[in-house]
């Protein structure tokens, strides 16, 4: 498991320049695209320990970002849930969803070939 944390949410302010999203973006991007499993959350987020939880038993490690301990986290939050929900976990990098979406998958047995596929799992 890798913890992407940094040290605080950054500024108050509200509006956020065109220039710092793109860097934002292009963050986000890096992150999602350079590990097999993404996962956004809130520490203290109880259906974000309930993914966490699941992808541990499952015995993967994902890239955990806790948005309220990056210091981009209120950008990354801006960016990502205009229309994402906490938590949201990226596989291979694509977006699966959120807590709803992965326990479907778990249920209906199509996490684990989606985990296999992006390397996630070997077994």
Not at 51 to 59: A, I, M, R
Not at 76 to 93: D, E, K, M, S, Y
């Amino acid at each position: 498991m890798q913890v992407v944390e940094e040290s605080s949410m950054g500024s108050n302010e509200e509006s956020v320049s065109p220039v710092k999203m793109e860097t934002v973006y292009e963050k986000v991007s890096l992150l999602v695209t350079g590990n097999a499993v993404v996962v956004f959350t809130i520490s203290g987020c109880c259906m974000c320990h309930v993914v966490k939880q699941l992808f541990f038993g499952l015995g993967v490690g994902p890239t955990i970002v806790e948005l309220d301990h990056d210091a981009c986290g209120r950008d990354i939050h801006r960016l990502l849930f205009q229309q994402l929900t906490i938590p949201a976990v990226f596989v291979g990098g694509k977006f699966l969803g959120g807590v709803e979406r992965v326990m479907a998958c778990h249920i209906n047995g199509t996490l684990v070939p989606l985990l296999k596929e992006a390397g996630a799992l070997w077994l």
